[in-house]
């Protein structure tokens, strides 16, 4: 056989090279859905994607992006270890003693001029933070607004937020004023928690309203988590074919906000020692309280909450207990104390045993918030409640998941408890007008008593058209944060009510 010459061997080249093959498959792998699937599967819940066929593309897209979006293990590790509590012996609760409590008529004068003192020299030199709690909206009260735009009718029209930043504004100037040496700014934090539902809204509330006064910069707006509402042996719950029911993780999810939004961190970069923390739907609530800082600081406690009286042994509230023998102190609900213990009297002091009620008033040290935000994490153990659940099939039984801000005192080494009075402090907007309590109206009558009252004991008068029981004046925040310094202004004045005394 002759051997090719070279110019067939050129041709035969060319013909190879200039042939052109089909490129190989591309390997198959699975689509975002698939590998979701599977992904669920290791926690049950795959039932997720049980309509995927009837869906539109848009839609498809919004349920992948939403549980791509969850925190899968921890969800799964929540919803096991918070059903598996239930049902589990808790320990005894007795009376809390009382040394860890400071009440009102054991209070000397000199205590109060101290603690006053020391909170204010806290707050000059920026150890102090505030936390609001306002992931609620005003369903109950008629409105979809977030519940801190409610005006509940005083004389000055102001809002909720707009009484509680002017507080915070008048803190700061008497702080400034207490402390001698050189003039400098005094600023209070002010970290406000909102939900996804009241988000947006508050942050343009406080925008178009110039935050009231205070400093843009010195207000923080973070939002609480969501978890999945889930069956009562733990499925998820579909609202509709493409996207989960979901419910706001409870007052006490601030801890794990706080956490995750690196604002623990923010606080400690910013000198913050203390942080106080309330709920946005009190009208009489003294932000960032000198007296109860102070107070707070002088005991050396790692938490410390302001309580108020149980008006009479059956009502519906939670109070403060010792959670076992020696044990943490802890707040029940009312639920938990049966008719003879919520009735048993101290013989020594002649109150109730078990009579210092929650109010959602709060003061923490930072290093112990940072403590707490892992402990419960770690322990991932939170409240059920059972509720009507909106989902694919109409309203249906199941299961929110919730933490409440007093989760915390157990894991707190010491706690003090700071008696205040209601008329004082404790004016709740909850309900609306026509109920029974917790009232806009209830809550505009005790402000306008309070502050009747201030404006009498520093020499004013007043005239009234309507029975004094139904009206009365309210004093500016920003003209005294709780009666001091009013004398310059009321005293041999006579005031109309209703009206606003204001600088």
Request: proline residues 7%; charged residues 25%.
């Given at each position: 056989m002759e051997e090719p010459t070279t110019e067939e061997i050129e041709i035969r080249t060319a013909d190879v090279t200039t042939k052109t093959l089909p490129p190989p498959p591309p390997p198959r792998t699975a689509s975002p859905h698939q590998e979701l699937v599977e992904r669920l599967k290791d926690y049950g819940q795959e039932d997720v994607f049980a309509l995927w066929e009837e869906l539109s593309p848009e839609e498809r897209h919004l349920l992948v992006t939403e549980i791509e979006n969850l925190d899968l293990p921890r969800i799964d590790r929540i919803i096991r270890c918070s059903l598996n509590s239930q049902g589990l012996p808790a320990a005894a609760i007795e009376a809390p003693p009382e040394s860890c409590v400071s009440t009102v008529e054991g209070r000397r004068k000199e205590d109060k001029e101290k603690w006053w003192k020391m909170g204010?020299?806290?707050?000059?030199?920026?150890?102090?933070?505030?936390?609001?709690?306002?992931?609620?909206?005003?369903?109950?009260?008629?409105?979809?607004?977030?519940?801190?735009?409610?005006?509940?009718?005083?004389?000055?029209?102001?809002?909720?937020?707009?009484?509680?930043?002017?507080?915070?504004?008048c803190v700061q100037r008497l702080a400034a004023q207490a402390m001698a040496g050189p003039t400098r700014s005094v600023v209070i934090q002010w970290y406000i928690m909102t939900s996804p539902f009241t988000h947006e809204p508050t942050q343009k509330f406080f925008e178009s309203r110039k935050y009231f006064g205070l400093e843009p910069d010195q207000v923080t707006f973070f939002q609480q988590g969501t978890l999945p509402c889930i069956t009562k042996d733990g499925k998820f719950i579909m609202e509709t074919p493409f996207s989960l029911a979901k419910a706001p993780d409870g007052n006490g999810g601030v801890y794990a906000a706080l956490k995750y939004s690196r604002l623990l961190e923010d606080m400690a970069s910013r000198g913050i020692k203390y942080v106080d923390c309330y709920g946005v739907d009190n009208v009489l609530v003294?932000?960032?309280?000198?007296?109860?800082?102070?107070?707070?600081?002088?005991?050396?406690?790692?938490?410390?909450?302001?309580?108020?009286?149980?008006?009479?042994?059956?009502?519906?509230?939670?109070?403060?207990?010792?959670?076992?023998?020696?044990?943490?102190?802890?707040?029940?609900?009312?639920?938990?104390?049966?008719?003879?213990?919520?009735?048993?009297?101290?013989?020594?002091?002649?109150?109730?045993?078990?009579?210092?009620?929650?109010?959602?008033?709060?003061?923490?040290?930072?290093?112990?918030?940072?403590?707490?935000?892992?402990?419960?994490?770690?322990?991932?153990?939170?409240?059920?409640?059972?509720?009507?659940?909106?989902?694919?099939?109409?309203?249906?039984?199941?299961?929110?998941?919730?933490?409440?801000?007093?989760?915390?005192?157990?894991?707190?080494?010491?706690t003090a408890l700071f008696e205040v009075l209601r008329e004082e402090e404790f004016a709740p907007v909850k309900n609306a007008n026509g109920s029974s309590f917790d009232t806009p109206e209830s809550a505009r009558l005790l402000v306008l008593r309070l502050h009747t009252r201030w404006v009498i004991a520093a020499g004013g008068f007043l005239t009234h058209s309507v029975p004094l029981y139904a009206t009365g004046v309210e004093v500016s925040p920003l003209c005294s944060y709780a009666g001091e310094n009013l004398e310059a202004i009321c005293r041999g004045r006579t005031f109309h009510a209703p009206c606003e005394i204001s600088l």
């Amino acid at each position: 056989m002759e051997e090719p010459t070279t110019e067939e061997i050129e041709i035969r080249t060319a013909d190879v090279t200039t042939k052109t093959l089909p490129p190989p498959p591309p390997p198959r792998t699975a689509s975002p859905h698939q590998e979701l699937v599977e992904r669920l599967k290791d926690y049950g819940q795959e039932d997720v994607f049980a309509l995927w066929e009837e869906l539109s593309p848009e839609e498809r897209h919004l349920l992948v992006t939403e549980i791509e979006n969850l925190d899968l293990p921890r969800i799964d590790r929540i919803i096991r270890c918070s059903l598996n509590s239930q049902g589990l012996p808790a320990a005894a609760i007795e009376a809390p003693p009382e040394s860890c409590v400071s009440t009102v008529e054991g209070r000397r004068k000199e205590d109060k001029e101290k603690w006053w003192k020391m909170g204010l020299k806290a707050i000059y030199e920026g150890k102090l933070g505030v936390v609001l709690l306002s992931g609620g909206q005003g369903t109950r009260l008629g409105s979809s607004d977030p519940k801190g735009c409610f005006n509940i009718g005083l004389p000055s029209g102001k809002s909720l937020f707009q009484i509680q930043a002017e507080r915070i504004l008048c803190v700061q100037r008497l702080a400034a004023q207490a402390m001698a040496g050189p003039t400098r700014s005094v600023v209070i934090q002010w970290y406000i928690m909102t939900s996804p539902f009241t988000h947006e809204p508050t942050q343009k509330f406080f925008e178009s309203r110039k935050y009231f006064g205070l400093e843009p910069d010195q207000v923080t707006f973070f939002q609480q988590g969501t978890l999945p509402c889930i069956t009562k042996d733990g499925k998820f719950i579909m609202e509709t074919p493409f996207s989960l029911a979901k419910a706001p993780d409870g007052n006490g999810g601030v801890y794990a906000a706080l956490k995750y939004s690196r604002l623990l961190e923010d606080m400690a970069s910013r000198g913050i020692k203390y942080v106080d923390c309330y709920g946005v739907d009190n009208v009489l609530v003294r932000v960032a309280d000198p007296t109860f800082l102070g107070y707070f600081i002088d005991k050396g406690a790692a938490s410390a909450a302001k309580v108020v009286r149980k008006a009479y042994p059956q009502e519906k509230v939670g109070v403060f207990v010792r959670r076992g023998k020696g044990g943490p102190l802890t707040v029940v609900e009312y639920t938990e104390l049966d008719e003879s213990m919520a009735s048993a009297t101290n013989q020594q002091t002649g109150r109730l045993q078990y009579c210092w009620s929650n109010v959602c008033l709060h003061m923490f040290t930072l290093d112990f918030l940072n403590q707490v935000a892992n402990g419960l994490e770690k322990d991932s153990i939170y409240h059920v409640a059972e509720k009507k659940i909106p989902s694919i099939n109409g309203f249906i039984e199941g299961v929110k998941l919730e933490q409440f801000i007093f989760d915390s005192f157990p894991y707190a080494p010491s706690t003090a408890l700071f008696e205040v009075l209601r008329e004082e402090e404790f004016a709740p907007v909850k309900n609306a007008n026509g109920s029974s309590f917790d009232t806009p109206e209830s809550a505009r009558l005790l402000v306008l008593r309070l502050h009747t009252r201030w404006v009498i004991a520093a020499g004013g008068f007043l005239t009234h058209s309507v029975p004094l029981y139904a009206t009365g004046v309210e004093v500016s925040p920003l003209c005294s944060y709780a009666g001091e310094n009013l004398e310059a202004i009321c005293r041999g004045r006579t005031f109309h009510a209703p009206c606003e005394i204001s600088l």
